[in-house]
Every structure is written in structure tokens, then in C-alpha cells.
């Protein structure tokens, strides 16, 4: 009996941590400020993890736009610059948001420079790597997409090759404003 309670015990937190949504998570935002994800409370999120030497970094474009046209209806970009993959954000979180204006005049919240993979993954990003298909796996590189419907709970994952303004996005986006929470 005490031995059952004790793997239980053990247990627990990894179950607990199965029902965290991405309002539990606070990240860094690119001006330095707290940026408690609860925020966006009631709201479909994209999680984007984003370089400015990339060769998929012109979908900033594409995600500025799609953030305009959905943002009036409960839908927000958030982009997490990384540098884990070749090295394509070295910048200061000064420059990558000087970067982002000037070039994509990107208006949707940036975070500060977070690690995605690794040993030192963000907690966001380890709860997503290791949830269940077809969201959870290792991010292999620039721009992969995570949609989380408006209980925060991740819904989709798209991988950087699948364009922000893809059917298989915008749709996915559109069902999930379009479903209550």
C-alpha cells in the first residue's frame, strides 16, 4: 500500500503537468518585461519560433498578415526568436526587434530570445516537445507553428516549410475561432 502511494505520489506532478496550457507559462518579452502568457486568455494562439537569417524568415510577411486579418476575431501571433538551428539569430533582442519593424513591420508580440530545443529548452517548449502527436516531437527548425485553441491547448503543429497563408493554416486557425470555449 505505501509503496503504491509513494509511485503515486511520485507520479503526480507529471500528471498535474499534462493539464498545463499555455496560460501557465510566463516568457520574457522582447523589451524585457514580464509577459504572462494568461493575457492572451481566451484568444487562438500561433506560437512561432522565429530567425531573421532563415531562409523561411520572409514568412513574417505572411504571419503580419494573418495576424491582421484574424486579430479582430480572438487571434494572436506570438514570435520566440531562437537561435538553435545554424545560428540564424545571433542579434541582441534589440536588434531583432529593430529587424522586425523596419523589414516586416511586424506588430504581433515578440518574446525575447528563448531556447527551443536542447538542454536548455524553455518549459514552454519542453511541454510542447514532449506532449503527444500530432503537436509533440523535437522542433527541427526556424518557423515551426504551434496553434493552441482558446483554452490553450495545443490543436496544431505546423512545420516550417507549411506557409502561414496555407489552407492547411488559415483553416485550421478559422476553425478554431470559430469553436467556443
Known amino acids: 500500500m505505501f509503496r503504491f502511494l509513494g509511485i503515486l505520489l511520485l507520479c503526480a506532478p507529471m500528471l498535474a503537468a499534462s493539464d498545463r496550457t499555455i496560460y501557465d507559462f510566463t516568457l520574457t518579452s522582447i523589451d ?75 506588430k504581433f508580440p515578440m518574446m525575447a530570445k528563448q531556447s527551443v530545443k536542447g538542454a536548455d529548452e524553455t518549459p514552454l517548449y519542453r511541454l510542447l516537445t514532449e506532449s503527444k502527436p500530432p503537436v509533440g516531437g523535437e522542433v527541427q527548425w526556424n518557423f515551426t507553428k504551434f496553434l493552441f485553441n482558446r483554452d490553450g491547448r495545443p490543436i496544431a503543429r505546423f512545420e516550417p516549410e507549411v506557409t502561414p497563408y496555407s489552407k492547411e493554416v488559415t483553416g485550421a486557425i478559422e476553425k478554431a475561432l470559430s469553436e467556443s470555449h
Open 32 to 106: 524585457g518585461q514580464p509577459a504572462p502568457l494568461s493575457a492572451y486568455k481566451g484568444k487562438v494562439i500561433m506560437l512561432v519560433n522565429v530567425a531573421s537569417r532563415c531562409g523561411y524568415t520572409p514568412q513574417y510577411s505572411a504571419l503580419e498578415s494573418i495576424y491582421e486579418k484574424y486579430k479582430d476575431r480572438g487571434f494572436v501571433i506570438i514570435g520566440v526568436p531562437a537561435n538553435n538551428f545554424g545560428g540564424q539569430e545571433p542579434g541582441t533582442n534589440q536588434e531583432i526587434k529593430t529587424f522586425c519593424t523596419r523589414k516586416y513591420d511586424v
